[in-house]
């Protein structure tokens, strides 16, 4: 439906103009979610009637058509409203070209002219125009919409209504009033065939088969990044440098390969995620004072080549009955002693003093840690720090023969030397445990033999 304004007044504003209906088709290419280019044409027939001062009146009729390019600015361009929102509001802007035949009747009740023009006229117009249009889609299907809009064209003209305004100034214009359906046309360009139009499609280049979403875009179920197709943990966030999969220690190892899950950060590793071992030793570069230990070599804990300590066999030196001091043979054993813990700084010595069953439990106690004290003493001369010697006795309860003979007790009386690493265990305790009390009294000497009468307690002595 077109409503005209000019000289003649006009229908602008009013809601009683005569109903024509008229033809119309577009032509729209997609640019961007925001703009179209469109390519419009109508065909309308008017119809005119105004009674001036009674009786006079006039008419005017025409036949018009008009053919445009325009811009349309889309409101659903994703950013303002979505771009399947089904009202889609719309402004558009051009030009084209008008043309127009109309006649009109300026006349009295009875028939005869009036003032401003005689009689009746006819015009041709053919002019250029500028247009404004509004209008409001409603979306239908992807392939379907109805079109609700209201242009207004201003033919630079004159000519429609054969009146010219003050100054002759060219002021016939229209109002185009249109209802239509808006149909898609062809099939929309999809290089990548995944079912997004290129021109909706953030990824047009997925590859062949590969699921995407609304947008073109491969799948990302877990949302790290990574899509699916190339996501070897799809369930799971992780990391673009380990195709989706996970690293919770950091070392560049994901969890599932990783067989050193705990790795401290910034420890380099190796395939599998565990420490760099650079000489083999079995110590982690990260931990290792001797990194480029010779292959075969045996370290400590901290990966450096065990030092030679001493013999771990016990030694021992004897003792004459009830006596205290060593035996004069046992010099070569306790000089021994004292040049390995010379030797070995990082060594101390367990002494441990022992007694045949000879006597009382207590003198029997007593005595060993006598013993034990004169070994120490030998070595304290021979310079062995006092700190690095432990001396205790255990009496006559830690046997290594059989008591009841003469050379059983023999092996008995005497002095265990077992050198141990400082710090680590006493090897006494772990052999006997720990030991008795020394008693405070001074050890009294003790006889041969059993007693058998008071008088004879102290008749004999050895």
């Known amino acids: 439906m077109m409503q005209y304004q000019g000289n003649l007044g006009g229908d602008f504003g009013k809601l009683h103009t005569p109903v024509q209906v008229g033809v119309g088709a577009h032509i729209t290419r997609y640019l961007s979610p925001t703009f179209d280019l469109s390519l419009l044409g109508n065909y309308q027939n ?6 001036d001062v009674a009786p006079n009146y006039y008419n005017l009729t025409a036949k018009t058509a008009m053919f445009d390019l325009g811009l349309k600015l889309k409101l659903n361009n994703g950013k303002i409203l979505k771009e399947d929102f089904f009202l889609q509001p719309y402004l558009m802007g051009g030009g084209g070209f008008f043309v ?3 006649s009109g009747n300026y006349t009295t009740a009875s028939g005869n002219p009036y003032n401003p023009v005689a009689g009746s006229f006819s015009n041709q117009v053919r002019r250029a125009e500028v247009f404004g249009l509004a209008g409001i889609r409603f979306r239908v299907s992807p392939a379907l919409a109805i079109d609700v809009q209201t242009s207004q064209h201003y033919p630079f003209t004159e000519g429609f209504d054969n ?5 002759n100034k060219l002021n016939d214009r229209f109002l185009v009033h249109s209802v239509g359906l808006t149909l898609a046309l062809g099939k929309a360009k999809d290089t990548d065939g995944d079912g997004v139009p290129d021109r909706k499609d953030k990824c047009p280049d997925t590859p062949t088969g590969v699921k995407v979403d609304e947008n073109g875009c491969p799948l990302d179920t877990d949302g790290d990044g990574v899509a699916d197709y190339q996501d070897k943990c799809p369930d799971v ?4 440098t380990l195709q989706g999969c996970p690293d919770a220690d950091g070392d560049g190892v994901a969890d599932a390969d990783d067989k050193c899950p705990g790795t401290p950060a910034g420890v380099k590793v190796d395939a599998s995620g565990c420490p760099l071992d650079s000489d083999g030793d079995g110590v982690s570069d990260d931990k290792d ?4 230990t010779p292959a075969g070599t045996k370290v400590d804990a901290n990966g ?5 300590g001493p013999s771990d066999q016990t030694q021992y ?7 205290a001091e060593p035996q004069p043979s046992s010099a070569p054993k306790l000089e021994q002693m004292a040049q390995i813990m010379n030797e070995y700084p990082d060594y101390s010595l367990s002494i441990a003093g022992h007694a045949d069953n000879k006597g009382s439990d207590e003198y029997n106690v007593r005595l060993s840690y006598e013993r034990a004290e004169s070994a120490r003493k030998y070595l304290l001369d021979k310079g062995v720090s006092a700190d690095r010697i432990e001396a205790r006795g255990y009496g006559e309860a830690k046997p290594i023969a059989d008591n009841s003979t003469e050379e059983g007790r023999a092996q008995n009386r005497r002095v265990d030397f077992d050198p141990f690493l400082t710090g680590e265990t006493n090897p006494a305790e772990t052999k006997y445990g720990p030991a008795p009390a020394k008693p405070a009294a001074k050890a009294v000497r003790k006889s041969t033999k059993k ?3 008071r008088k004879a307690t102290s008749a004999k002595r050895k």
């Open 46 to 51: 008017y119809y005119h009637y105004i009674q």
């Open 100 to 102: 127009a035949n109309s």
């Open 163 to 167: 009146l010219g305004g003050p100054n």
């Open 237 to 240: 966030k992780g990391l673009a």
């Open 289 to 292: 004072k001797c990194p480029d």
């Open 304 to 308: 450096c080549p065990e030092k030679k």
């Open 317 to 323: 030196i004897n003792f004459d009955f009830d006596k």
């Open 451 to 453: 007693k058998r009468t």
